[in-house]
């Protein structure tokens, strides 16, 4: 790399030769400055209202500041917040448990479903694009309107569902999105409707790019279809399984709007995001409380966004 | 590998594809069937929206259209719920979102993959991470931030009842169309960097090298030269951010707090119960809602897959 770069200056002229050493050979001071603007105005509006309120939050969980007057050594309560969330705040671990459910249920129903929708999608048939089309319709609506349209067939007495059932008028109406028992169900099957299209398509481009020679040869070597998948197919795709998992997670533990428009996550759908929110911005101004809850998500999601970054960046570099 | 194919024993290929074709048949109607649960639910939302709510008390709503359909609850929801204000509300944030994000993005991705320089792998780590917080992890601080930062309030542009303010018109970012623009522009310019980065990675490091060298300066080699090389990948980018810009509803819940100023999206949530008083009006609503990006999907469906899948399978 470097020889040829410094062929390429010194054909260039004499005046950029002498400066041949550096990679930044051709940049002269005000080059420099524009690339110094061009990263830094972007960085800098990143760090100042992304990665500065991640710390904040951080700092903020060991306080009881509550938004009025300024914060002084006395706020300082150190792991209160976090003793009373672990066992006394009666919310926290059924929000817990309903993002770890959310996780599971996405992980191991819509997230395989998506896979396996694309893996039948994968192959010369009349329609394929169709029924492509179809699954990913969901995908480009908001979780609020998914979130209304799926009102429509859970609704207790109007809903579609329970007037099939017959269940709409007797006294033991089934109230899909009020019965903190099934209402997280209810949910999650909304969810999916728009999670499975989005997975299929991100995994049918990755089917996609699989050299087709290799299953023509497990072909031909005589595996089946299925062999050919789980031997061949699917070891060449470990990539993509990889992203296809975090983004699954990444998505369960930012699930907020559909709970949010269904009931604000009251009542069976509380979730750690709806709890954040609850409690330092809508309901209270528990400020220390909330963030200390903000960080107990912070330290799950950097789990898939470290399995990413590991993933992603030694592909950028 | 075309000549292990061509010497297999033909009769073999030939009667592996028969005996799929069974197979092949059990696909398709499971596929067909899997369709028409997919589609359900929205035809039940458009058939929900078309009859008249007098009907429906009558015979429920599992039942025949024995007074017909209508557009009446559509008609009722365009002018009572004010749906083109939100419409308006929505554009005046999605589209300068959209700009803003892609040329920041673009600057970003442009210097971190063209020049080799000691940050540029962390920088590229700091805008992928922070796109993949949930944003819930800093909504706290932020809402502070936009309660506490001064912004200048210079007038504003008046059409009819909407008024866009420049800058703010409490002088502060919380409450302000310019707010929401700027939440959605630095946190989706975490995720255009990355896949722009991906992109501008396939772009030969020597373009820009002897653009150089013909004396053009760094802005203008990012600007005539990789910009228009990049036109496929920013559609694409266009595309999709447009559709989570238009479709968010958590930043426009938290940092706005007038009713009047939410986009579309959420605006629907508010109207519930005061204007969407029965289901076939709010399924009127949520169905206009959803039109823009549907249409968005119809006509630009390979950029809005490009852009989803850009991301991931380059790697």
């Not at chain 1, 817990?96 to 999608?121: D, K, Q, R, S, Y």
């Not at chain 2, 109607?29 to 359900?40: N, P, R, S, T």
């Not at chain 2, 053009?216 to 600007?223: E, L, P, T």
């Amino acid at each position: 790399m470097a020889p040829a770069r410094a062929r390429e200056a010194s054909a260039a002229g004499p005046l950029v030769a002498t400066r041949r050493k550096r990679r930044y050979t051709l940049l002269t001071r005000h080059d420099k400055i524009i690339i110094a603007l061009m990263v830094g105005v972007p960085l800098t509006l990143d760090l100042l209202l992304i990665w500065g309120p991640t710390l904040a939050s951080v700092a903020l969980s060991f306080t009881n500041w509550q938004n009025i007057g300024p914060i002084t050594g006395k706020n300082f309560v150190g792991f209160k917040n976090y003793q009373f969330l672990f066992t006394g705040y009666t919310l926290f671990w059924p929000a817990f448990l309903h993002n770890l459910i959310w996780l599971a249920w996405l992980t191991l129903i819509a997230t395989p479903l998506g896979m396996f929708f694309a893996v039948l999608l994968d192959r010369e048939m009349r329609g394929a694009r169709i029924y492509q089309s179809v699954f990913f319709l969901p995908v480009v609506l908001s979780l609020v309107v998914v979130g209304f349209i799926w009102d429509l067939q859970f609704a207790p007495t109007d809903g579609f569902i329970n007037n099939v059932l017959g269940t709409s008028h007797s006294a033991n109406v089934i109230d899909w999105l009020g019965n903190p028992r099934i209402n997280l169900f209810s949910l999650l099957i909304a969810t999916s409707w728009r999670h499975i299209g989005y997975i299929m398509i991100l995994y049918l481009a990755g089917l996609k790019s699989v050299d087709p020679s290799l299953r023509e040869a497990a072909r031909v070597d005589g595996a089946t279809e299925v062999q050919t998948f789980f031997r061949v197919v699917l070891p060449v795709m470990a990539p993509i399984n990889v992203i296809i998992v975090v983004v699954t997670a990444i998505e369960a533990l930012r699930a907020f709007d559909i709970a949010f428009i269904i009931n604000q996550g009251k009542n069976g759908l509380e979730l750690l995001s709806i709890l954040i929110y609850n409690n330092s911005i809508s309901e209270a101004s528990l400020v220390g409380f909330g963030s200390a809850i903000a960080v107990i998500l912070l330290l799950i999601s950097l789990v898939p966004i470290v399995a990413f970054l590991s993933r992603v960046m030694r592909t950028l570099a | 590998m075309s000549v292990i194919v061509a010497t297999a024993p033909r009769a073999a290929v030939r009667k592996a594809s028969r005996r799929v074709k069974p197979a092949r048949v059990i696909l398709q109607a499971f596929l067909i069937a899997m369709v028409a649960l997919w589609l359900f639910p929205l035809f039940w939302a458009v058939y929900a929206s078309l009859r008249p709510y007098g009907d429906t008390v009558i015979h429920g709503y599992l039942s025949w259209p024995t007074n017909g359909l209508s557009l009446v609850n559509y008609q009722n929801v365009w002018t009572q719920a004010e749906i083109p204000y939100y419409y308006l509300n929505t554009l005046v944030i999605v589209v300068p979102g959209v700009i803003l994000t892609l040329l920041l993005a673009s600057m970003v991705a442009f210097c971190c993959t063209q020049f080799s320089w000691k940050f540029n792998l962390i920088v590229l780590m700091l805008f992928t991470a922070g796109n993949l917080l949930p944003p819930q992890v800093i909504i706290v601080p932020l809402y502070w931030i936009y309660l506490n930062t001064p912004i200048a309030n210079l007038g504003s542009i008046d059409i009819g009842n909407f008024s866009f303010a420049i800058f703010s018109d409490n002088n502060l970012l919380y409450d302000q169309y310019i707010g929401i623009i700027l939440i959605h522009v630095v946190f989706q310019t975490g995720f255009a960097t990355f896949v722009l980065s991906n992109y501008m990675k396939t772009i030969t490091k020597e373009i820009t090298e002897s653009a150089l060298v013909d004396g053009a300066n760094v802005f203008r080699i990012w600007w005539n030269v990789i910009l228009p090389l990049c036109r496929p990948a920013l559609a694409a980018m266009a595309t999709l951010l447009f559709t989570f810009m238009y479709n968010d509803f958590f930043w426009a819940l938290v940092l706005l707090s007038h009713g009047s100023k939410r986009p579309i999206t959420s605006a629907l949530n508010n109207l519930q119960g005061e204007f969407l008083i029965n289901n076939n009006l709010i399924a009127a609503g949520a169905l206009l809602a959803c039109i823009p990006p549907i249409l968005v999907y119809i006509f630009l469906q390979r950029q809005f897959v490009a852009g989803l899948t850009l991301g991931s399978t380059k790697g």
